[in-house]
């Protein structure tokens, strides 16, 4: 099934993504096979051709390479780049002066930031940009035993283009080519999880693939009716999957949840690998640094710092995510040196509970409700000690499932 959707069906149904998609993936797959020391080599050659490129045709990094003695040839995978970190002010005040010259309007696609932003923020990536990031996203969805064309419900909550839900093209495309089954957004109710129950039970999809909150909380329900189907994989991304989640999805399903790591603005550049010791970012896709920010329970914790070494149309170098991790010790049982990041702990785009026991997903509550003004080091307010609001998802998740 894999290989006709990725050679043929989705490169015919959509090319705007999937174009060139079988050249991509072998270019991933032979990079995946080579030994450490060579794959190190390649990501030190991209991310130098990467910052060369940004340095003559972006005059926001031209300003600031220059300013800090900056070549990008000194450019080295072992050490911090020596420059200032990207942030999301920057994204909104640099604007067009982040975009590269090198790509005429119609080779640019424009995205918008999370939908938890407080003010979403506009950005550009280059279609062959975009493309890669497509077949990235296979090659680490080939880690959870998920093939394209596999039969797979998707449980997101909330979307970023909701015209999409309303687009009966969209809806074949997902449902007929994709083999795969969106449920609408918005707020998750008793009346929508026996909808998505209905559904589950008449698909039984092969692969189950959600945020964090939503995926418990139905969980919770499947189990509280008594559903029987188990996935071959579930697969949790956007939010922090939480120890009791972790706990509940893997009692539920009978099988280890695997956490990816992703964002609209550089896309899907990490996952757990099936031994589950951690999240892979995959060096193919961005170069990361760890930034040290302070102390957790889980150890010491770090800003994840990602400079994108796929999106040439506006460079992302440095992005301070506003998300933050703990390092694991250990390298992971599977053998990859990739960066393994133990836990993703800062993500604040968690769902949100009501008093009436409603989940709405992807909810970041503004001032004052929101105890985290400064986003940028919402670790330091780890999930135990953390105060949250009392309607914040995780003790009334306890309520719901208990
Ligand atoms: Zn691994």
Same mark, same amino acid.
């Given at each position: 099934?894999?290989?006709?959707?990725?050679?043929?069906?989705?490169?015919?149904?959509?090319?705007?993504?999937?174009?060139?998609?079988?050249?991509?993936?072998?270019?991933?797959?032979?990079? +995946?096979?080579?030994?450490?020391?060579?794959?190190?080599?390649?990501?030190?050659?991209?991310? %130098?051709?990467?910052?060369?490129?940004?340095?003559? @045709?972006?005059?926001?990094?031209?300003?600031?390479?220059?300013?800090?003695?900056?070549?990008?040839?000194?450019?080295?995978?072992?050490?911090?780049?020596?420059?200032?970190? =990207?942030?999301?002010?920057?994204?909104?005040?640099?604007?067009?002066?982040?975009?590269?010259?090198?790509?005429?309007?119609?080779?640019?696609?424009?995205?918008?930031?999370?939908?938890?932003?407080?003010?979403?923020?506009?950005?550009?990536? +280059?279609?062959?940009?975009?493309?890669?990031?497509?077949?990235?996203?296979?090659? =680490?969805?080939?880690?959870?035993?998920?093939?394209?064309?596999?039969?797979?419900?998707? =449980?997101?909550?909330?979307?970023?283009?909701?015209?999409?839900?309303?687009?009966? %093209?969209?809806?074949?495309?997902?449902?007929?080519?994709?083999?795969?089954?969106?449920?609408?957004?918005?707020?998750?109710?008793?009346?929508?999880?026996?909808?998505?129950?209905?559904?589950?039970?008449? $698909?039984?999809?092969?692969?189950?693939?959600?945020?964090?909150?939503?995926?418990?909380?139905?969980?919770?329900?499947?189990?509280?009716?008594?559903?029987?189907?188990?996935? $071959?994989?579930?697969?949790?991304?956007?939010?922090?999957?939480?120890?009791?989640?972790?706990? =509940?999805?893997?009692?539920?399903?009978?099988?280890?949840?695997?956490?990816?790591?992703? %964002?609209?603005?550089?896309?899907?550049?990490?996952?757990?690998?099936?031994?589950?010791?951690?999240?892979?970012?995959?060096?193919?896709?961005?170069?990361?640094?760890?930034?040290?920010?302070?102390?957790?329970?889980?150890?010491?914790?770090?800003?994840?710092?990602? @400079?994108?070494?796929?999106?040439?149309?506006?460079?992302?170098?440095?992005?301070?995510?506003?998300?933050?991790? @703990?390092?694991?010790?250990?390298?992971?049982?599977?053998?990859?040196?990739?960066?393994?990041?133990?836990?993703?702990?800062?993500?604040?785009? +968690?769902?949100?509970?009501?008093?009436?026991?409603?989940?709405?997903?992807?909810?970041?509550?503004?001032?004052?409700?929101?105890?985290?003004?400064?986003?940028?080091?919402?670790?330091?307010?780890?999930?135990?000690?953390?105060? %949250?609001?009392?309607?914040?998802?995780?003790?009334?998740?306890?309520?719901?499932?208990?």
């Amino acid at each position: 099934m894999g290989i006709l959707y990725t050679h043929l069906i989705l490169p015919l149904v959509e090319p705007e993504r999937h174009a060139g998609l079988p050249g991509r993936l072998r270019q991933i797959k032979k990079f +995946d096979r080579l030994p450490e020391r060579q794959q190190r080599k390649i990501q030190q050659d991209r991310l %130098r051709k990467l910052l060369e490129h940004a340095y003559t @045709t972006v005059p926001f990094y031209r300003r600031q390479f220059d300013a800090a003695g900056f070549h990008p040839r000194e450019a080295r995978v072992d050490h911090p780049l020596p420059l200032p970190v =990207l942030t999301r002010s920057d994204l909104r005040t640099a604007a067009t002066w982040l975009v590269s010259s090198a790509f005429p309007a119609e080779k640019l696609r424009v995205a918008l930031s999370g939908a938890t932003d407080r003010m979403p923020v506009r950005f550009h990536r +280059d279609i062959e940009g975009v493309r890669d990031k497509v077949a990235l996203k296979m090659k =680490l969805d080939e880690w959870a035993g998920f093939q394209a064309g596999d039969s797979a419900m998707m =449980l997101w909550g909330a979307t970023s283009d909701p015209a999409r839900e309303f687009n009966w %093209r969209w809806r074949v495309y997902e449902g007929v080519f994709m083999r795969q089954t969106p449920p609408p957004p918005g707020v998750v109710g008793i009346d929508v999880l026996e909808k998505w129950r209905w559904r589950y039970e008449k $698909q039984r999809p092969r692969i189950l693939c959600g945020r964090a909150t939503v995926l418990a909380v139905f969980a919770a329900y499947l189990r509280e009716r008594g559903v029987t189907h188990r996935p $071959q994989a579930v697969i949790s991304t956007a939010e922090v999957l939480s120890v009791p989640h972790r706990r =509940l999805l893997s009692s539920v399903f009978k099988t280890a949840p695997f956490n990816y790591y992703g %964002r609209r603005d550089v896309g899907m550049i990490a996952a757990e690998c099936s031994e589950h010791e951690g999240l892979h970012f995959h060096p193919w896709g961005s170069f990361v640094e760890f930034d040290p920010i302070g102390q957790s329970p889980d150890g010491p914790v770090y800003r994840l710092l990602v @400079t994108d070494l796929l999106n040439y149309g506006q460079p992302f170098i440095r992005f301070d995510t506003g998300d933050c991790v @703990t390092l694991t010790e250990q390298s992971c049982s599977c053998g990859r040196w990739f960066p393994l990041a133990g836990k993703i702990v800062g993500r604040i785009e +968690d769902g949100a509970v009501f008093a009436n026991g409603n989940l709405v997903p992807d909810i970041t509550f503004i001032d004052p409700l929101n105890p985290s003004k400064a986003p940028l080091h919402p670790v330091l307010a780890l999930p135990e000690k953390r105060k %949250r609001p009392v309607n914040r998802n995780r003790q009334n998740k306890r309520a719901m499932s208990a």
